[in-house]
């Protein structure tokens, strides 16, 4: 395993090289303390973490089954690493050992290469971890935009959405900090003296890390259909509206709009479900004597939908069309 992808790496002791010229060591951390308070300063990005966890400890029985939400788990799971590295301690440490004030022509005691090397190492491995962060938001937020225009689950799934877009602009912008900030440390390495043992001299760095792309207006997760929700800077979530009722499916309709007959068996397809789903629920709310399922309490009638939904969700065609026309002729018979 790399070295750069491991979380927990034992940390060199310090080692202190007296030297004549220590002119560069005050300006470097000066440089390093303005780093390690925008890291320390993330109090937007923490209080976001701590909702995706809860919603995550909220929905992981309902939702363990569902691509998207494994991806929301994948992301909960990387930002813990992150917490592990910890790059606002390792930079703390290093700044408190790096000299303030350098008196002209007199020894001064910096620290060793491998100290400034151990940070370097810290960085790439915190880069990896948000481009992990940054790949399973993209997945998680393609999938939620996918239900969403299937109209199921809108409120959980608009609110996963809108926090899984936040982090993945929160994150964006901590990672090209950390590309800067392992530029700065690269450029100034050979600044600091080896000394006798240097632990990592076999370790080859990276010329440069890959920059990630900041979403100042929006985030757009695109679906296969090319149907887009737009997520603006006050996480508003645009859902697309849910279609009008239309007279085409399992049912014939007579000139009064009186419904004549309900076949549970014309129903072949899980397209022809789902519409139907969103077409009765419109007509439910609107109470005017013309939904095909007054018959059925609401209790019951969320049950279904609830129930058929999750097996189309997961792909079960056959077991859904079995179920919702088994439960459908149960219910409307009472």
Not at 145 to 172: C, D, H, P, R, W
């Amino acid at each position: 395993m790399s070295i750069f992808n491991e979380v927990d790496i034992k940390k060199p002791a310090i080692n202190l090289i007296s030297v004549s010229n220590a002119k560069f060591a005050p300006q470097i951390r000066k440089n390093l303390k303005n780093y390690k308070e925008f890291f320390k300063n993330q109090v937007e990005f923490n209080e976001t973490c701590v909702l995706l966890s809860k919603l995550i400890l909220r929905r992981k029985n309902s939702f363990v089954k569902f691509h998207g939400f494994k991806d929301t788990c994948k992301i909960n799971t990387a930002l813990c690493r992150l917490l592990k590295v910890n790059i606002t301690e390792v930079l703390d440490d290093f700044i408190g050992i790096l000299p303030e004030i350098v008196v002209d022509d007199f020894p001064t005691e910096v620290p060793s290469k491998s100290n400034l090397e151990y940070i370097i190492i810290r960085v790439v491995s915190y880069h990896k971890i948000i481009k992990r962060i940054t790949s399973c938001c993209l997945n998680a937020g393609d999938y939620y935009v996918q239900l969403l225009s299937k109209g199921f689950f809108v409120e959980i799934l608009t609110l996963l959405l809108a926090v899984v877009s936040k982090i993945y602009k929160l994150v964006n912008i901590l990672g090209n900090t950390t590309v800067d900030l392992y530029q700065f440390l690269l450029k100034n390495r050979n600044k600091f003296p080896s000394g006798k043992n240097s632990i990592y001299s076999d370790i080859e760095f990276p010329e440069s890390l890959e920059k990630f792309k900041e979403e100042s207006k929006n985030t757009n997760f695109k679906t296969e259909n090319k149907q887009k929700i737009e997520l603006s800077k006050t996480e508003e979530v645009i859902a697309p509206k849910p279609p009008k009722p239309t007279n085409e499916i399992g049912r014939k309709v007579e000139d009064f709009g009186m419904i004549a007959e309900f076949d549970v068996n014309s129903f072949s397809t899980t397209h022809d479900i789902s519409t139907f789903f969103k077409e009765e629920n419109l007509r439910r709310k609107e109470k005017n004597g013309t939904a095909l399922t007054d018959k059925i309490s609401f209790g019951d009638w969320k049950m279904i939908s609830t129930v058929v939904s999750k097996k189309i969700i997961a792909n079960d065609d056959k077991n859904a069309i079995s179920t919702f026309k088994r439960m459908m002729s149960k219910y409307l018979k009472k």
